[in-house]
Structure formats: C-alpha cells, structure tokens
C-alpha cells in the first residue's frame, strides 16, 4: 500500500511563493508517475501537473505554465510544486497524486488515470 502526504501549503500573498511536498512511505522506492491537483470549493478537481517516473517528462496545464514547476526526487521518495507568481485563483486544496503503472516514462493528466491520494494541502493566496 502507498500513501502519499503533503505540506507546505499556507496563506500567502498574491505574487509570492510556496513550495509543495508530496511524500511517499509504505515503500522504500517509488518509481510511479505522479502529479498534482487541485480542487477549488464548489469546483471540480483540476490537473495542475505531471511527472514521468524518473523526472524527465513534465507537463504543466495552461493555468499555471510558466509559474509552477514540478519535480520528483526518487532518493528522497518525494514530489514537489514550486509555485511563484502566485494569483488568488490558485486558492484551492492541493493534492499529490500517484499512477501504479510502475517505470512508465508518461506523465498522466487525468484524475482517474491515478490511483493513489493524498489527503491535500489547503493553499490560500490573498489579493
């Protein structure tokens, strides 16, 4: 069983910076794409990022392209959002998310292409 756990969510400014962790226990590897949601109050769940296995395929979505950065470090067993020029719109629940089709150099983009949750991170940018 893998869960996933994240921080670094907060309260801050519109224009300043957080950094999102995402770690991975129940296995001591975790070579599983992996990606990034958020979920506004009364809005769907949206993709924000992807990360292929090893880290080298990334996609962001439009909404964030140039901002937001995702990274994945397999010795650490954690994923990570770096988030700048930060917008009341990002104001939402964040949530890592992990694909079980192991190795896979893909990046997956859609909610029930991922298998496992984590229970999210409240991020809060005031205007």
């Known amino acids: 069983q893998v869960q996933l756990v994240e921080s670094g969510g907060g309260l801050v400014q519109a224009g300043g910076s957080l950094r999102l962790s995402c770690t991975t226990s129940g296995r001591t590897f975790t070579p599983f794409p992996m990606g990034w949601f958020r979920q506004a109050p009364g809005k769907e769940r949206e993709f924000v990022a992807a990360v292929s296995w090893r880290g080298g395929n990334t996609y962001h979505s439009d909404s964030v392209k140039g901002r937001f950065t995702i990274s994945k470090d397999n010795t650490k067993n954690t994923l990570y959002l770096q988030m700048n020029s930060l917008k009341p719109e990002d104001t939402a629940v964040y949530y890592c998310?992990?694909?079980?089709?192991?190795?896979?150099?893909?990046?997956?983009?859609?909610?029930?292409?991922?298998?496992?949750w984590g229970q999210g991170t409240q991020v809060t940018v005031s205007s």
């Open positions: 998310a992990a694909n079980s089709r192991l190795y896979s150099g893909r990046y997956y983009t859609q909610v029930d292409e991922y298998d496992y």
